[in-house]
């Protein structure tokens, strides 16, 4: 109902000015972040019953896609305001602050959400004795306790990477790709063990798609690396010498 309210002030070309680009409107913009947020959170635990199942693996498509697709679209017009308003382009500053800031922050909040939810997974079946099947198969304990570590390991690559782009603009480029590469490595085990049948990951959920999700933001951070590297020695040195062979001729305007 509040949406819809917007939207038809929007429409109207006197009653636009109560609201398009007011204070009003940006107060809106971060009660329906926060409240998309919360609720992202609430139907995706499993322990609620709503969204997802006991196991994690999505039981009603509507509430759960959805859900993200509100949380999504409540950031972009976040990031919509800020730039119309005070000129804050926050995809522009994040790209021109330093490279490949933008695909970390991903990587970084991707990775949040692997540790997250494998903790709540490890909670809901690893712990009390009414889940003692899952005590019988260690490997499906394991492999949760598995993804929490990464997400937690890879947490704290991408939070140094990030602190130190925003921080200095640059960051050493061997230590970069280094920790890009070793969460590449990382993920790629985290997508053999976390999602195969015998994982936490296995059924489709936060789990499963944010672990193809940051193992594709590690592949593409190792890329990008390797790209760079390469471009350090793109310079033809037979041009180079060639241009400093070249005889200066002098004309007969420079002689007089």
């Known amino acids: 109902a509040l949406t819809f309210v917007v939207v038809v002030l929007h429409l109207s070309s006197i009653a636009s000015v109560f609201i398009v680009g007011t204070k009003l409107e ?86 949040l959400v692997v540790m997250g939810t494998a903790a709540n997974i490890l909670d809901q079946k690893c712990t009390g004795d009414q889940f003692a099947e899952y005590h019988e198969d260690n490997v499906f304990c394991k492999r949760t306790k598995f993804a929490i570590a990464l997400g937690a390991i890879v947490t704290v690559f991408s939070l140094v990477m990030v602190g130190m782009k925003i921080a200095t603009s640059s960051a050493p480029f061997m230590v970069e790709g280094a920790l890009a590469l070793a969460s590449t490595i990382l993920y790629a085990f985290g997508v053999a063990f976390v999602t195969s049948a015998k994982g936490p990951g296995s059924p489709l959920g936060n789990l499963y798609y944010f672990t193809w999700i940051s193992f594709l933001m590690g592949f593409l951070l190792s890329a990008s690396c390797v790209e760079d590297y390469g471009a350090i020695g793109t310079s033809n040195p037979d041009e180079e010498q060639q241009g400093e062979g070249d005889i200066q001729v002098e004309t007969m305007e420079d002689a007089i």
């Open 26 to 111: 940006g107060a809106l913009c971060i009660i329906l972040a926060a409240f998309w947020a919360a609720t992202v959170a609430i139907v995706s635990d499993s322990s609620n019953d709503l969204a997802v199942d006991s196991a994690g693996q999505v039981k009603n498509g509507n509430l759960y896609y959805f859900s993200w697709a509100g949380f999504v679209t409540s950031v972009v017009l976040c990031v919509s305001y800020l730039r119309g308003v005070f000129g804050v382009d926050v995809a522009g500053e994040l790209k021109t602050r330093s490279a490949r800031l933008t695909t970390w922050s991903a990587l970084l909040a991707s990775s």
